[in-house]
Every structure is written in C-alpha cells, then in structure tokens.
C-alpha cells in the first residue's frame, strides 16, 4: 500500500509531522488523523520502493508473545507494552515493526489489523490467536497459548535440523570428494594414460569424458543448475503445480509418514487452541488450513466446514479421511462426549509430537549408514575406473 508524508495540526493549532504506512488515498489519512482530533494540513505521497527483508528471528516474536501476555494480564494498556518492547529491543527491525503496530493501534485499527500488515514476521497462527483474544476478551490467555505453540514449532525445526544434519554433512563432502576426483585426479592419470598409448576400458573412457565435460562446460552446469532452480520457484507459484507438489509430500518415498505427521500435528493442535479460546470451528479449521501451508490439507478443511455446518460431530466428520490418524479420531469424540474437545485433541497431539521424534530417529537409523554407503560407493567406483587401465598395463608387461 502507499505511504505518506503529511503535516497536520492538533486541537491546539500546533503543527506536528510524520509519516504514515499502509493508508489508500489522502482522504483515508484525513480521515484516520480525525479520529484524533487533528486536522491534516499537507500530504505528499512517498514513491513505491521495495520493503527491505527484515532481520526478525522466531525465537524474538516467542519471547515478545510471551512477555506482551504477561503484561496483558497485568493491566497494562496494549499501547503502553508496545512502548516498553521499543524500548527494550536491541533489533531494530523488530523496533520499527512494533513501532508501526503502535501507530496503528492509536489511530483506531484493531489489533489484529495491526500486526497482519506485517504478516511475514507475525504468522497466520498468531494473528489468529489475537483476533480470537480480542473478540473473547481473553488476549493475555490467547497471546500465551500463542506463544507455547511457537515455541514448540522452533523447537520442532531445530530438532528436524540437527537430526538431520550429518546426512546432510555427509553428502556435502560426498560431493566436494567426487567433484576433486573428477577435475583434478583423473585428468592427471588420462595424460599418463595417453603418453603411455593405453587403450581405455569403458568405464575410465566415461568417467574421463566426465571430467573434460566438468572442466571446460563448468559454466553451462552452473547456470543449468541455477536456471533449474529459478524455474522450480516459478512453477511453485503456480496453484496447480504447488497441488501436486504438496499432494506428492504426503505420499512421497520414505518421508510420507513424518510429513504427515508434521502436518497433522500443526492442523490439530491449531485448531483445537482456536476453539479453546472461543473462536467458532468453521472459524479455526480456515485458519488451521492456512497454518499449515499444504493445499491438500487445505481442500479437506474445506470439507470439513462444510461437515460441521450440516451438523456432523468434529469427530465423524476426520474419520472420513485416512490423513488424521485413528488416535486423534477417538479422542475428537471422547472429547466431544466430555465437553473438553480442545484438552483431548492438544492430548492427542502430544502423542503424535512423540511419533515425529521417533519417526525421525527411525529414518537417521536408515540414513546414516546408506549415506556412508554410497559415498563409499561413488568413491569406489570413481577409483576403480582410474586404475583399470594401469591393472591391465602391467599384465601386458609382464
């Protein structure tokens, strides 16, 4: 949206400056100065330029959510704590954003308006859970909850992460191993080869052919690479392609049931935070279906909503989708039947949060060894090619 820079004066006919983000036409900043009682005098609209990316880590917005909560129950005005966070931020970034959230929040906007002009920091979840707060009157319990589910998604990042680093270690230096073979050990040995008039095998003539291929059209790999990568990106962009491509990950080789998982656990745990602050089912499973950034999941919120608004129970209408495993399924309905449905679906996710993790050591224990495995196979092969011509030259010599 356009920006502004305007001056105006207040009810004592004082001038004041400053500038304004995010407003549609002067007549809407006229309007929002108003309800301050000022008067706008002059506005010059500010050129378009791109928003520079901020540098704003996850594990800020869960200390801010914790803390804004804290203050919140305390009875402090929200205006009044976003103040304090300005002051106490040593990010200047996260300084400027709570700045503008500020400036919003005084000038009329809800709070849930404020924070989703900067949605590429606060996310979906969040803002979910301060439009639930705000409407039931419970922010300071909404912000927490918020914040305990945050922090449980950093965490279970981290986890992924450092589980899965020495794979990805490995194969690192599988690649920088073979790259060296390739451009610096054979070429050595095809010259050798060539002085000594030695007839090639199959597999070293491949293999030398590789390497003349890496050495002279290195630069026609790196942009075949680089020119696959931005077109990659440009097909996700497309709704059909992402369909597939979200579809594919909950069926895809190996890593189908963590990704399900992961999935389900993020929906249902979302969902039953939602509802358990006061927002309406329809309401959570929209929200849900956004937080966890698959389409596929998304279609079958839809249905969903459509399931509970004919009156279907919560727990009849996820038994009809093989995704929700049969744990989440009977507790939705013991929950239903108690009245605790949030309680017994965030139980059944705690469960699901312990399968990730096994999952998870379960595929390293796979991983690991089949990593060292091929990397000892590339290396072997690699080496084997090199030296089949010299085996076959010294049983001509002798």
Same mark, same amino acid.
């Given at each position: 949206?356009?920006?502004?820079?305007?001056?105006?004066?207040?009810?004592?006919?004082?001038?004041? !400056?400053?500038?304004?983000?995010?407003?549609?036409?002067?007549?809407? *900043?006229?309007?929002?100065?108003?309800?301050?009682?000022?008067?706008?005098?002059?506005?010059?609209?500010?050129?378009?330029?791109?928003?520079?990316?901020?540098?704003? /880590?996850?594990?800020? @917005?869960?200390?801010?959510?914790?803390?804004?909560?804290?203050?919140?129950?305390?009875?402090?005005?929200?205006?009044?704590?976003?103040?304090?966070? $300005?002051?106490?931020?040593?990010?200047?970034?996260?300084?400027?954003?709570?700045? %503008?959230?500020?400036?919003?929040? +005084?000038?009329?906007?809800?709070? /849930?308006?404020?924070? $989703?002009?900067?949605?590429?920091?606060?996310?979906?979840?969040?803002?979910?859970?301060?439009?639930?707060?705000?409407?039931?009157?419970?922010?300071? +319990?909404?912000?927490?909850?918020?914040?305990?589910?945050?922090?449980?998604?950093?965490?279970?990042?981290?986890?992924?992460?450092? #589980?899965?680093?020495?794979?990805?270690?490995?194969?690192?230096?599988?690649?920088?191993?073979?790259?060296?073979?390739?451009?610096?050990?054979?070429?050595?040995?095809?010259?050798?080869?060539?002085? *000594?008039?030695?007839?090639?095998?199959?597999?070293?003539?491949?293999?030398? &052919?590789?390497?003349?291929?890496?050495?002279?059209?290195?630069?026609?790999?790196?942009?075949?690479?680089?020119? !696959?990568?931005?077109?990659?990106?440009?097909?996700?962009?497309?709704?059909?392609?992402?369909?597939?491509?979200?579809?594919?990950?909950?069926?895809?080789?190996?890593?189908?049931?963590?990704?399900?998982?992961?999935?389900? &656990?993020?929906?249902?745990?979302?969902?039953?935070?939602?509802? !358990?602050?006061?927002?309406?089912?329809?309401?959570?499973?929209?929200?849900?279906?956004?937080?966890?950034?698959?389409?596929?999941?998304?279609?079958?919120? #839809?249905?969903?909503?459509? &399931? @509970?608004?004919?009156?279907?129970?919560?727990?009849?209408?996820?038994?009809?989708? %093989?995704?929700?495993?049969?744990?989440?399924?009977?507790?939705?309905?013991?929950?239903?039947?108690?009245?605790?449905?949030?309680?017994?679906?965030?139980?059944?996710?705690?469960?699901? %949060?312990? %399968?990730?993790?096994?999952?998870?050591?379960?595929?390293?224990?796979?991983?690991?060894?089949?990593?060292? *495995?091929?990397?000892? @196979?590339?290396?072997?092969?690699?080496?084997?090619?090199?030296? *089949?011509?010299?085996?076959?030259?010294?049983?001509?010599?002798?």
């Amino acid at each position: 949206m356009p920006a502004y820079n305007y001056t105006a004066k207040d009810e004592n006919g004082n001038l004041f !400056s400053g500038t304004y983000d995010d407003i549609q036409s002067v007549a809407m *900043l006229r309007q929002e100065l108003s309800k301050m009682g000022d008067r706008l005098v002059k506005a010059t609209r500010l050129r378009s330029a791109r928003r520079k990316k901020t540098k704003i /880590k996850q594990s800020e @917005i869960v200390t801010f959510s914790y803390k804004f909560a804290g203050m919140c129950s305390a009875g402090l005005s929200i205006t009044r704590c976003l103040e304090t966070f $300005e002051e106490q931020t040593d990010n200047n970034d996260f300084k400027h954003v709570l700045a %503008d959230v500020r400036e919003s929040i +005084e000038t009329g906007s809800t709070l /849930k308006d404020a924070f $989703e002009k900067h949605k590429e920091i606060f996310s979906d979840f969040f803002v979910g859970m301060v439009e639930a707060g705000e409407a039931s009157g419970k922010l300071a +319990e909404a912000l927490d909850m918020s914040a305990v589910y945050q922090e449980g998604q950093v965490d279970l990042r981290r986890r992924v992460r450092s #589980a899965f680093a020495y794979p990805v270690v490995v194969g690192i230096v599988c690649f920088i191993i073979v790259t060296a073979l390739v451009i610096f050990i054979v070429p050595t040995f095809s010259r050798l080869y060539r002085q *000594l008039n030695v007839s090639l095998p199959l597999p070293t003539q491949l293999l030398v &052919s590789l390497s003349e291929a890496v050495k002279h059209w290195w630069w026609v790999i790196v942009l075949g690479v680089t020119g !696959s990568v931005f077109l990659l990106k440009h097909l996700k962009r497309d709704p059909w392609v992402q369909a597939k491509w979200d579809l594919f990950k909950l069926n895809m080789p190996i890593f189908a049931k963590l990704n399900r998982l992961v999935v389900v &656990s993020r929906f249902i745990r979302t969902f039953a935070m939602l509802i !358990s602050t006061g927002v309406p089912f329809v309401k959570a499973l929209d929200v849900a279906s956004v937080v966890t950034h698959n389409s596929k999941v998304s279609e079958i919120a #839809a249905e969903l909503q459509r &399931s @509970i608004e004919a009156g279907n129970p919560v727990a009849g209408s996820l038994r009809n989708y %093989d995704l929700f495993p049969p744990i989440i399924v009977q507790l939705a309905a013991a929950g239903e039947n108690a009245g605790v449905l949030p309680k017994m679906l965030n139980k059944g996710v705690d469960f699901l %949060d312990k %399968d990730i993790q096994q999952t998870i050591n379960a595929l390293l224990v796979k991983l690991e060894p089949a990593m060292t *495995l091929i990397m000892g @196979i590339l290396v072997g092969c690699i080496l084997m090619a090199v030296y *089949l011509p010299m085996f076959d030259y010294m049983s001509y010599l002798k």
